[in-house]
């Protein structure tokens, strides 16, 4: 093969992150839909979440997955299909790759080996979280999950390097059991938790651990919080 055909290929490969919807299918962009219609293949975070994004929007594609824990091997993968010419798209299984998602790593073989790469916005928890609240927020810190153990979420809730207003993720599994800790440990704090956005079953809950502990309905779905200094 030519230097120029090899060339020539380099320059038609991309390597695209596609922003998918969190919740409601309806919230992809156009641009998504269209690059999703276009590449060659896409690498997927799940296939099956990915499959009925793909099914509802009409687009047959051939579909590689791609799960946190072999993101490095299937790096190689992505890089032998861009470097054949083909144009490749990664989706998460919702919202933005790269937040509390597989996709950073992708993107950086990319780069290193010189492919384009071209993010494709769409919904983020975070974002969509944020213009929910009932007061502006002009710093915060994001956290991701807290951790798995309750041990590990004793140190978080008491650690002096905690940085307030903070974001944190938490699951559905462990949410009543981190309320009740943090009624123990930091009944100072003003919560805000919200579940299941861009679902029909969205809401927003906000007061203290123990308020939202007796308030809350139902702890099933996916959820994000805010937790910051109550009022004096």
């Not at 440990?185 to 805000?192: A, F, I, K, N, V």
């Not at 906000?206 to 309905?217: C, H, N, R, V, Y």
Request: hydrophobic share 40%; glycine share 8%.
């Amino acid at each position: 093969m030519s230097s120029k055909l090899k060339e020539s290929k380099r320059e038609a490969a991309r390597f695209f992150v596609v922003g998918s919807p969190i919740g409601n299918l309806e919230d992809i962009s156009f641009r998504a839909v269209r690059i999703l219609s276009e590449v060659d293949r896409i690498f997927c975070e799940d296939t099956r979440r990915s499959l009925k994004l793909l099914n509802h929007l009409k687009i047959s594609k051939p579909l590689e997955s791609c799960p946190y824990f072999k993101e490095e091997e299937k790096a190689t993968r992505l890089l032998e299909c861009l470097r054949k010419g083909e144009s490749v798209a990664f989706l998460s299984d919702a919202g933005m790759p790269g937040f509390s998602d597989p996709g950073n790593r992708l993107v950086r073989h990319c780069r290193e080996q010189g492919f384009g790469v071209e993010v494709i916005g769409g919904v983020s928890a975070l974002t969509s979280f944020l213009a929910g609240l009932t007061f502006e927020l002009t710093e915060f810190h994001f956290y991701g999950f807290l951790p798995p153990k309750s041990s590990g979420r004793k140190k978080f809730w008491t650690s002096e390097s905690l940085i307030l207003p903070c974001v944190f993720l938490e699951s559905t599994h462990r949410l009543e059991s981190s309320l009740e800790l943090i009624a123990e440990l930091r009944p100072d704090l003003e919560l805000c938790l919200a579940k299941e956005l861009s679902k029909v079953s969205e809401a927003f809950f906000q007061g203290s651990a123990k308020e939202l502990l007796d308030t809350i309905p139902s702890w099933k779905g996916e959820w994000i919080g805010l937790a910051r200094r109550g009022s004096p």
